[in-house]
């Protein structure tokens, strides 16, 4: 690992301004960054502790939603009664993901920002233009099973791996952003990832400087939720495909539908036109046959990940039966 | 196995201005002059020689390095042993000694819950970290109703909350029951 400073502000105004410093970065849980660190694909020389920063608790707000301190680490955000019981989707998204030890370190707002697993980012060896811009693609006509079936480029193919934003895409979760000059501003999360396009190395629309404060849950949309995800093996893995699902129904009809898949593209991926195939639709399998096919019409396979649109499929129509089942 | 980043003292060219931290190891306050680059296990390990915790992959992916922090259990290879300062450290030596066992060490000893030992001071801080998340009533990815605080804490639940722990010698089904006794035990 190569030699960096070491600070640790106490308050988000102090860790703003520390970090304009040219090779500066924030550290929260350490889980996704000294693993990329180790491996010399982040090369940060200064490392500001936001760790302790006092962003930890989850508050009510006046409309009936909730406010997650962006340090909030994400066990304690999955066993929050609040969460568990107005927010079941993201409880379930946040235990699905790595294991009982890296969730009672990884923070909110480093799961929000944790980087791509393809392989060839990791491999130093191999171009890859999120890594090193401009030196390819290595996932392109190489092996490419776990990347992209929708909205990649042929710059990058990359997938999000976070299992929790994909339950806040569904959740139409807002991203609270403090800068240096200590102006806040919020994001909705499907605003705040982009699409990999010629720049795959800018994943987000975070400036320079920025510090994730919180994320905004509006209150809880009506019906059921459900998380699902379809991995390699049953625990402590990433997934392949995962669905969050917010369905509500009124005598058999399907009135009010979320739908957000992960493993399948560049960022958290909701899916407009699987709703729009739900609303008004009987709350039956046809229906929800449709909503896959409209979801993953323009998906596009690299070789390796094909199975991926089927499974997509799939995993989208068992999620919404088994929702629309207990709504 | 990686080498320990910063290993016994040795110092690397432009290597940072060393930072003290204090930690409090099992008990004892330790002061330590360290490299910002030592991992809370290479301080563990390395630095004052508390070799019970092992390093596995160094890379979060296989929980042989687990430990207790202000009593949860992390993976001490991805964190740095300067962002603990003054915080509660209990490795596997804090939780028992052989003249003195904790009882989650008994019962893996008794139900013979490893073969080779690597990934076993790991899998006991685990599990006693895993069981103190039931008694708080934490869902895991294996409770049906992630709204319901009551947990039954059946062999499929055990599996999953110890998933974060590889056992290279496939000892799973001792330490599964190892980790069962104790919790129908009420102890650890
Ligand atoms: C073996 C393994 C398995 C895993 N499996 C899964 C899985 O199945 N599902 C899943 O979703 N995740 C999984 N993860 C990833 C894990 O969830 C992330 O590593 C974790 O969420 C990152 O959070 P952190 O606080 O440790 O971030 P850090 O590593 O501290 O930071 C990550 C990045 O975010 C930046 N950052 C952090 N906080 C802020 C902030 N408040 N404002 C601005 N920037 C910030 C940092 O500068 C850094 O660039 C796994 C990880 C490992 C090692
Ligand atoms: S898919 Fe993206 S991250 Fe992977 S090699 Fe290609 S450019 Fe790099
Ligand atoms: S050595 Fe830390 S998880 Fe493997
Ligand atoms: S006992 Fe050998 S790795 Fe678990």
Not at chain 1, 281 to 295: L, N, S
Not at chain 2, 30 to 43: N, Q, Y
Not at chain 2, 94 to 111: S, Y
Request: contains cysteine; charged residues 25%.
């Amino acid at each position: 690992m190569r030699p960096f400073t070491y600070e640790r502000p106490t308050d988000a105004r102090t860790a703003v301004s520390a970090v304009s410093r040219s090779g500066a970065k924030f550290i929260s849980g350490g889980t996704n960054l000294l693993d990329l660190m180790k491996l010399d694909i982040e090369h940060p020389s200064h490392l500001i502790d936001i760790s302790r920063l006092p962003m930890r608790d989850i508050e009510e707000l006046p409309d009936g939603g909730l406010r997650i301190g962006a340090q909030a680490v994400n066990s304690d955000v999955a066993a929050d009664d609040r969460v568990r019981t107005r927010y079941p989707v993201l409880s379930q998204a946040l235990v699905s993901g790595a294991s009982g030890q890296l969730r009672n370190k990884a923070s909110t707002g480093g799961n929000l920002l944790q980087r791509t697993r393809c392989p060839y980012f990791y491999d130093t060896a191999a171009g890859c233009n999120k890594r090193d811009p401009g030196s390819g693609c290595s996932a392109i006509g190489g092996f490419n099973r776990i990347h992209a079936v929708l909205g990649a480029s042929d710059a990058c193919i990359a997938t999000h791996p976070s299992d929790m934003a994909v339950a806040m895409t569904a959740l139409e979760a807002e991203i609270e952003l403090l800068d240096a000059e200590g102006s806040v501003r919020r994001v909705v999360i499907t605003d705040f990832y982009r699409l990999p396009g010629d720049t795959p190395h800018l994943e987000t629309v975070l400036r320079p400087g920025e510090l994730i404060t919180g994320v905004i849950l509006p209150p809880p949309p009506p019906g059921r939720q459900l998380y699902r995800k379809v991995r390699d093996r049953a625990s402590y893995e990433f997934a392949l495909v995962s669905v969050a699902a917010v369905v509500s129904t009124e005598r058999g009809m399907i009135s009010e539908a979320r739908v957000a898949f992960g493993g399948v593209a560049h960022k958290p991926w909701r899916s407009f036109e699987a709703e729009a195939a739900l609303i008004g639709r009987p709350a039956e399998m046809a229906t929800y046959r449709d909503a896959a096919r409209a979801a993953m019409r323009d998906a596009v396979g690299q070789g390796h990940n094909d199975f991926k649109i089927e499974l997509a499929r799939r995993t989208l129509c068992r999620t919404l039966a088994q929702a629309a089942r207990s709504s | 196995m990686s080498e320990p980043d910063t290993g016994g003292g040795e110092r690397q060219a432009g290597a940072a201005p060393l930072s003290a931290v204090e930690l409090r190891v099992n008990d004892q306050v330790r002061r330590l002059e360290l490299d910002p680059r030592t991992s809370l296990l290479d301080a563990l390990r390395e630095h004052l020689r508390l070799s019970g915790t092992k390093k596995g992959c160094d890379h979060g992916q296989c929980g042989a390095c687990t430990v207790l922090v202000n009593g949860r259990r992390i993976n001490s290879c991805l964190t740095l042993a300067v962002m603990h300062e003054g915080d509660e450290v209990v490795t596997i030596e804090g939780l028992g000694a052989p003249d003195d066992l904790h009882p989650m060490q008994r019962a893996f000893v008794e139900c013979d819950g490893f073969q080779c030992g690597y990934c076993t001071p790991g899998q006991i801080c685990s599990a006693v970290g895993m069981l103190a998340e039931v008694r708080a009533g934490s869902p895991s990815h294996a409770t049906a109703e992630v709204a319901s605080s009551r947990i039954s804490l059946t062999d499929e639940e055990i599996r999953e909350r110890m998933s974060g722990n590889i056992c290279r010698c496939a000892a799973y089904p001792n330490i599964v029951a190892a980790i069962r006794g104790i919790a129908e035990g009420g102890a650890a």
